[in-house]
């Protein structure tokens, strides 16, 4: 009785959230999973990662058939979380969400506490986004040549905020002040919405933080978005130009996040995981949710997102020698 009970919960779940039924995969491979999944999110809750990681949670839980309940480890540029998770038993019950600072970290840090490509088996990528240059809105800082104007008459003495060492955040203006050959002072925060508090309240000048952290205050009219870091422009701030587009050039930063689980989790189980995503991935909820906030779907098989971790690691050596950076 409890079973069909739970087969009914999990239907009309699926079908609240526009998802396909999916009860036979479900009762092919009972044995897993048969308790809550713990999913750690090693950044602070309210972070970009952490708000994607709870609305797939939602849309996962009815088609795992069991509770994924988010657990925020935040500190250490996410060091702290992913070590947890590397020690983790590999049984599927604790997933990780991975994201570039894994990779970063692996040259940004002399000792990780893990390594991302040994100890982890990496499911797939999710989710892909840009940041974005910000200011108050009411500062006299008004275009990216006025702030590279001002940090170059005041050397050194402009701040920046950043979501912890080797982030994006911290990557991302360290190599734009290395292309327009000025200098600022970092000011390492806990993660992205920490550095966009830090904006906001003007204990900083100026940040680079993921384009969804920033949005809902861009859009409020309390800071002041001089350029994006991607390709193209975002959709969500169609009037802000890329950098690329204001000259800068060799400082395009993408962020992208998705999940991974210990490294000896095995095939089946491992399996299972990758397809309710995939599905997931396919509802117009999750669709229209990770676009509202700034975000692009970005899917990646796990060959394909393990070369990432891969690209992203030799990539951030040479960044780190052209911002000067040395490992701590």
């Known amino acids: 009785m409890k079973d069909i009970n739970r087969r009914r919960f999990a239907q009309g779940t699926l079908a609240a959230l526009g998802l396909p039924m999916l009860a036979a995969p479900v009762r092919a491979n009972e044995a897993y999973p048969s308790r809550a999944i713990k999913w750690v999110v090693p950044y602070l809750a309210g972070t970009a990662p952490d708000t994607t990681a709870r609305m797939l949670a939602e849309a996962v839980s009815p088609l795992m058939g069991q509770p994924v309940v988010i657990e925020n480890k935040a500190g250490a540029a996410g060091n702290i979380g992913a070590r947890l998770a590397a020690m983790a038993p590999a049984d599927g019950y604790t997933w990780l969400y991975s994201a570039v600072p894994m990779a970063t970290n692996m040259r940004m840090y002399k000792n990780p506490g893990f390594d991302a ?7 797939m990528r999710l989710t892909s986004a840009d940041c974005a240059l910000i200011v108050s809105a009411d500062s006299d800082i008004r275009t990216l040549a006025e702030l590279v104007a001002r940090a170059r008459a005041q050397p050194a003495k402009l701040d920046y905020a950043s979501g912890g060492v080797g982030t994006p955040s911290h990557m991302g203006v360290e190599l734009l002040l290395s292309a327009e050959g000025v200098k600022a002072t970092h000011v390492p925060y806990k993660g992205a ?3 966009v508090n830090a904006v906001l309240g003007k204990q900083v000048v100026f940040g680079i933080p993921i384009s969804a952290v920033a949005l809902p205050q861009i859009q409020a009219n309390k800071l ?16 802000v130009p890329t950098l ?16 991974s689980v210990p490294a000896a989790t095995p095939d089946a189980v491992a399996a299972r995981i990758q397809s309710a995503f995939e599905t997931a991935m396919k509802s117009p909820k999750v669709l229209a949710s990770i676009r509202d906030t700034g975000g692009l779907v970005d899917i990646q098989d796990p060959a394909t ?16 020698k052209k911002a000067g950076l040395d490992a701590m």
């Open 117 to 123: 490509l040994k100890d982890f088996r990496h499911i």
């Open 193 to 195: 919405s920490e550095l």
């Open 224 to 239: 002041r978005a001089l350029a994006v870091t991607g390709p193209k422009r975002n959709p969500a701030l169609p009037q």
């Open 244 to 259: 690329a587009e204001l000259g800068v050039q060799g400082v395009e930063l993408t962020s992208w996040g998705g999940i």
């Open 305 to 320: 997102y393990t070369r990432g971790f891969t690209r992203e690691i030799a990539l951030t050596e040479v960044m780190m």
